[in-house]
C-alpha cells in the first residue's frame, strides 16, 4: 500500500466550471475524511466518511460541494459552479475507527485547486 | 469546545540552533490525543508525533522531542541543533473522543537560515 492517493495534484479551471477530485485512502481504512486548507491556516474539516456512509457535513460545504463513496473505497469530491473563493487545497486523509492509542490520519498530498 | 492555539505564526532561526514551537489546546474530553504534523513546501502532510491524554512523558526522537504538559494544556515541541530541512509549517492537533475529529491550530511557519 502506497498510503493515500489523490487525483490530480492540480487543477486550474474557470470560474463557473465543475470540477471533480479523487482519493483513494488505505485500503484496511473505514474513516475518509476531506479537508480544506487556504494559504496560512490549518486544514478546515468538511466532511467525513464511515465505509460508505456520510456521517457528518461542515457547514462549510454548501450545496455546491457533494461528496461520495459508494463502494466504501474511494471517494470523490465534486464542486459545482467554482468560485474564485473555491481556490485553495483539498486534502483527504483515511484511518482506522474505533480510533484509539495508536490510530493515525494519513494524508494524502492534496488537490491545489486555482479557479481563474 | 475544542481548540488548538499556536501563538507563533512564523519562527526564523539559523542552522544549528534549536528552535521550541508552542501548542496550546482546550478540550471537555478526559481522553483526547495530540498530534503535530510536518507540512513541507510540497504540500503534503507528514505525521510526526501523536500524544494520548494519560500518558505525560516527554518523548524524544532524534533532533525532535516533544515536552506534554496537562497542568498548562500545552504539547510543545523542540527541535535541536536544527537544519535547513526543517523549514516547513508545523501544525498541532486534537482529536477529542467526543467527535473524533482533528482540531488544527493555524501552524508555525519554521524558517531555518543556512
Known amino acids: 500500500d502506497t498510503g493515500v492517493s489523490q487525483n490530480p495534484r492540480h487543477k486550474i479551471t474557470k470560474r463557473g466550471q465543475n470540477v471533480t477530485f479523487r482519493c483513494d485512502p488505505i485500503s484496511e481504512h473505514n474513516r475518509l475524511y476531506w479537508y480544506r486548507q487556504t494559504l496560512g491556516q490549518g486544514p478546515e474539516f468538511l466532511t467525513y466518511f464511515q465505509n460508505e456512509a456520510q456521517l457528518e457535513k461542515s457547514r462549510l460545504l454548501s450545496d455546491r460541494f457533494s461528496a461520495e463513496r459508494p463502494k466504501g473505497s474511494f471517494s470523490t469530491l465534486e464542486i459545482q459552479r467554482t468560485e474564485q473563493g473555491d481556490s485553495a487545497m483539498y486534502l483527504c486523509?483515511?484511518?482506522?475507527?474505533?480510533?484509539?492509542?495508536?490510530?493515525?490520519?494519513?494524508f494524502g498530498q492534496g488537490t491545489r485547486l486555482t479557479v481563474v | 469546545a475544542q481548540k488548538v492555539t499556536q501563538a507563533q505564526t512564523e519562527i526564523s532561526v539559523v542552522e544549528k540552533e534549536d528552535v521550541t514551537l508552542d501548542c496550546v489546546y482546550e478540550?471537555?474530553?478526559?481522553?483526547?490525543?495530540l498530534f503535530w504534523y510536518k507540512q513541507p513546501p510540497s504540500g503534503e502532510l507528514v505525521f510526526l508525533i501523536r500524544?494520548?491524554?494519560?500518558d505525560e512523558q516527554n518523548e524524544i526522537s532524534g533532533r525532535y522531542s516533544w515536552n506534554f504538559q496537562k497542568s498548562t494544556s500545552s504539547f510543545n515541541f523542540t527541535i535541536t541543533a536544527s537544519q535547513v530541512v526543517d523549514s516547513a509549517v508545523y501544525f498541532c492537533?486534537?482529536?477529542?473522543?467526543?467527535?473524533?475529529?482533528?482540531?488544527w491550530g493555524a501552524g508555525t511557519k519554521l524558517i531555518i537560515k543556512p
Open positions: 486523509a483515511s484511518s482506522l475507527y474505533p480510533f484509539g492509542p495508536n490510530t493515525e490520519a494519513f
Open positions: 492537533a486534537l482529536i477529542g473522543t467526543g467527535n473524533y475529529q482533528l482540531i
Open positions: 478540550t471537555r474530553d478526559t481522553t483526547y490525543y
Open positions: 500524544r494520548n491524554s494519560f
